[in-house]
């Protein structure tokens, strides 16, 4: 009987939106980790600067110390030069005095650059601590959520497998095959139900105020209608 074949079509509409509703919950789970595996990704990329950052610092340190020393050296040997009798003249030891004095200034500018890199250099490996662990937090955490998507997708496997075992029992009731393929059809263009059950004198599907001699057809002799705004189709609720 016909009406048997709309009824078992309204049956497996259940069970296709339920599989789609499992389909939708499958797909949005990557979403669940897309915003941390971002930030984790940017705390790499943070990580990664400032440690290069601070390798540049420490050459730029070295250098500094190179020239700290050599200047020590200039100064040392000078005052050598100096103290060691060894230059009588007068002009000449002030002229001496006066190199030494430059040499002392450098020395001095070179050792506020010193502190100044050192200074610099706390700061940053004190940032690079605080993003580290930042990092592990956010790396626990990511671990902690993949487990639970892994969780949740063989949760849905499962529901998901009972459902296709169930909607083929139901889909192997149906023999009218062009009707099948109405139904189909009208599902991917509606999205969703293609076939409903009205009990009022509304479509359900678009609430389009039905015909009086549509609802009566359905009421009265349980007949099938199709909308005639929507094209779903409705059946009469028992
Ligand atoms: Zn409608």
Same mark, same amino acid.
């Given at each position: 009987?016909?009406?048997?074949?709309?009824?078992?079509?309204?049956?497996?509409?259940?069970?296709?939106?339920?599989?789609?509703?499992?389909?939708?919950?499958?797909?949005?789970?990557?979403?669940?980790?897309?915003?941390?595996?971002?930030?984790?990704?940017?705390?790499?990329?943070?990580?990664?600067?400032?440690?290069?950052?601070?390798?540049?610092?420490? +050459?730029?340190?070295?250098?500094?110390? @190179?020239?700290?020393? /050599? %200047?020590?050296? #200039?100064?040392? &040997?000078?005052?050598? $030069? !100096?103290?060691?009798?060894?230059?009588?003249?007068?002009?000449?030891?002030?002229?001496?005095?006066?190199?030494?004095?430059?040499?002392?200034?450098?020395?001095?500018?070179?050792?506020?650059?010193?502190?100044?890199?050192?200074?610099?250099?706390?700061?940053?490996?004190?940032? +690079?601590?605080?993003?580290?662990?930042? @990092?592990?937090?956010? /790396? %626990?955490?990511? #671990?902690?959520? &993949?487990?639970?998507? $892994? !969780?949740?997708?063989?949760?849905?496997?499962?529901?998901?497998?009972?459902?296709?075992?169930?909607?083929?029992?139901?889909?192997?009731?149906?023999?009218?095959?062009?009707?099948?393929?109405?139904?189909?059809?009208?599902?991917?263009?509606?999205?969703?139900?293609?076939?409903?059950?009205?009990?009022?004198?509304?479509?359900?599907?678009?609430?389009?105020?039905?015909?009086?001699?549509?609802?009566?057809?359905?009421?009265?002799?349980?007949?099938?209608?199709?909308?005639?705004?929507?094209?779903?189709?409705?059946?009469?609720?028992?």
């Amino acid at each position: 009987m016909i009406e048997e074949e709309y009824a078992i079509l309204l049956e497996l509409q259940k069970f296709d939106i339920d599989i789609d509703e499992e389909e939708k919950k499958k797909r949005s789970l990557p979403l669940m980790i897309e915003g941390i595996a971002k930030e984790i990704q940017e705390l790499k990329d943070s990580l990664r600067n400032k440690n290069e950052n601070y390798k540049n610092l420490q +050459i730029k340190l070295k250098r500094k110390e @190179l020239d700290l020393a /050599e %200047k020590s050296n #200039k100064i040392d &040997k000078h005052q050598e $030069d !100096l103290y060691g009798g060894k230059i009588s003249d007068i002009k000449e030891l002030r002229q001496i005095q006066k190199v030494i004095a430059n040499y002392k200034e450098e020395k001095d500018s070179i050792e506020e650059d010193v502190l100044d890199l050192m200074e610099e250099m706390e700061d940053l490996d004190k940032s +690079i601590g605080h993003l580290d662990e930042d @990092l592990k937090v956010k /790396e %626990k955490e990511f #671990k902690k959520r &993949k487990e639970e998507i $892994d !969780l949740t997708r063989s949760v849905i496997k499962k529901s998901m497998d009972s459902l296709n075992i169930k909607r083929e029992e139901i889909f192997s009731k149906i023999t009218d095959d062009r009707l099948l393929k109405e139904y189909e059809l009208l599902r991917k263009e509606k999205g969703g139900k293609a076939i409903m059950e009205v009990d009022g004198s509304v479509c359900p599907g678009c609430y389009l105020d039905l015909p009086s001699d549509a609802i009566y057809q359905l009421e009265k002799n349980r007949k099938i209608i199709i909308c005639p705004n929507c094209s779903r189709i409705l059946i009469w609720k028992n």
